[in-house]
């Protein structure tokens, strides 16, 4: 009897050892994420990181890069095996990748951008910001930069020719900062960031006001090659980040980054931003 009971205490520790070497020797997953409100915020990003690590099963490294340019390349090259891009870089490059999930925010996997000036401005829309300074997040951001580009282009006008100049901050709060501080007069901002910000350092947007909000558009998703998305190793990504909420660690990441949760996307919830790239092209 005590032989049998020690029998299966080394069996069962046996197999506990199995499985943990097992997920020890999975390769280590790469997901890129474009600069965000949380580009800067390590502990949010940590949290994200360990509790997908622990829904896949595996090690999880989060590459950051400066621009989204960048991050999208190192999805097409395959030096990432998926990336949180935005809707525009996944539209610009839909013939090469796939979606994997998209964000749920306040029920639903959409967001806005918006335009905004100091708390004190008097502008009322986009046309009294003529002959202004104005800061855009990322060329290829559709809230940080696509939105406004269309609406001057639905007005006959262009951003070379509209504001008497323009930056790029590569960062949305980063644009929050530039339109509080007074660096510029306006700023194309990413509405989800703003709102979060909006929590998590009022004193900085008190200092702002958005003076006009999109459409709603499809949420910034998490995207892979389109030849990998089959892959098992994506396949867990994609379980990982529907089963968030089904975990305590996985609650407080979802928690720390204002979201409801990641569902599944279907290519037409940014049907939005197609269009408005079609009115961007010459």
């Known amino acids: 009897m005590e032989y049998s009971i020690g029998r299966r205490t080394f069996v069962g520790a046996g197999l506990a050892v199995f499985i943990a070497g097992h997920a020890a020797a999975q390769p280590v997953f790469r997901l890129g994420l474009t600069p965000v409100f949380l580009d800067n915020d390590a502990a949010v990003i940590d949290g994200l990181r360990r509790a997908l690590s622990r829904g896949m099963g595996r090690e999880i490294e989060l590459v950051q890069r400066r621009t989204y340019q960048e991050i999208t390349g190192l999805l097409l090259e395959r030096s990432v095996d998926a990336a949180w891009l935005c809707g525009y870089p996944y539209l610009q490059h839909a013939d090469l990748l796939d979606l994997v999930a998209v964000p749920v925010w306040r029920g639903g996997p959409r967001y806005q951008s918006y335009l905004i000036v100091g708390a004190e401005d008097g502008a009322e829309a986009l046309s009294d910001l003529q002959g202004g300074t104005h800061a855009f997040s990322d060329p290829d951001s559709n809230s940080g930069y696509l939105v406004t580009a269309t609406d001057l282009r639905r007005m006959?006008?262009?951003?070379?020719?509209?504001f008497s100049r323009s930056i790029f901050?590569?960062?949305?709060?980063?644009?929050v900062r530039a339109v509080a501080d007074?660096?510029?007069r306006s700023g194309s901002v990413d509405g989800y960031v703003w709102e979060a910000l909006a929590v998590i350092e009022p004193g900085l947007t008190a200092r702002t006001r958005v003076n006009a909000r999109s459409e709603w558009l499809g949420f910034p998703p998490v995207c892979a090659r389109r030849d990998s998305l089959a892959s098992e190793p994506v396949q867990a990504l994609q379980t990982a980040l529907m089963n968030l909420a089904e975990t305590e660690e996985g609650r407080q990441a979802l928690a720390s980054l204002q979201l409801d949760g990641f569902q599944?996307?279907?290519?037409?919830?940014f049907d939005g931003i197609a269009i408005r790239m079609a009115d961007l092209e010459p």
């Open 156 to 162: 006959g006008e262009q951003v070379e020719g509209f």
């Open 264 to 269: 599944q996307a279907d290519p037409a919830l």
């Open 182 to 184: 007074g660096l510029v």
């Open 169 to 175: 901050t590569f960062g949305h709060r980063n644009v």
